[in-house]
């Protein structure tokens, strides 16, 4: 894989992870907005990203257990991006087995998430994927123009 092929793939799944959690936060009673930029250099090799991204939350989500399913919904949004009909147990044994890490936010948000929250988390985002897709994509294009793809 080339430094463009992963420089895209980079930014497509930081933009569909962020726009997962907006769109839970938004669908659940909240407000925010996403912010992307270059990620500063990773002192370790595994940690490597080049972009990094927040959802900046201005309003609080209103529903019962909603921040399990925004701090979910970032793992979530990539998963369904490769694996439209991804399992909940599986992505929970990825999870709880250091196979996906969370970030410390994310991981603070979903604190005591159980296999329902993850089903509920998927079904919100399944529901709702256009405008996951919108959102993603229009940070995407916001990001500095990258070449073709080949």
């Not at 962020?18 to 500063?40: F, N, Q, S, V």
């Not at 147990?89 to 998430?113: H, R």
């Amino acid at each position: 894989m080339n430094l463009d092929k992963i420089r895209r793939r980079d930014l497509q799944l930081i933009a569909y992870h962020e726009a997962g959690h907006l769109i839970a936060l938004t669908r659940l009673g909240g407000y925010g907005h996403i912010r992307i930029e270059d990620a500063p250099e990773a002192s370790d090799v595994r940690e490597l990203r080049l972009y990094c991204g927040r959802v900046y939350i201005l309003a609080q989500p209103t529903a019962e257990r909603a921040h399990i399913l925004v701090g979910l919904a970032g793992l979530v949004a990539e998963e369904l991006l490769d694996e439209p009909l991804a399992d909940a147990w599986e992505l929970v044994e990825f999870i709880e087995n250091g196979g996906i890490a969370m970030s410390e936010t994310d991981a603070a948000m979903a604190q005591g998430f159980t296999v329902e929250d993850v089903e509920e988390t998927m079904r919100l985002l399944s529901d709702h994927w256009p405008e996951v897709q919108q959102a993603a994509e229009w940070e995407i294009s916001k990001m500095a123009p990258l070449s073709p793809q080949k």
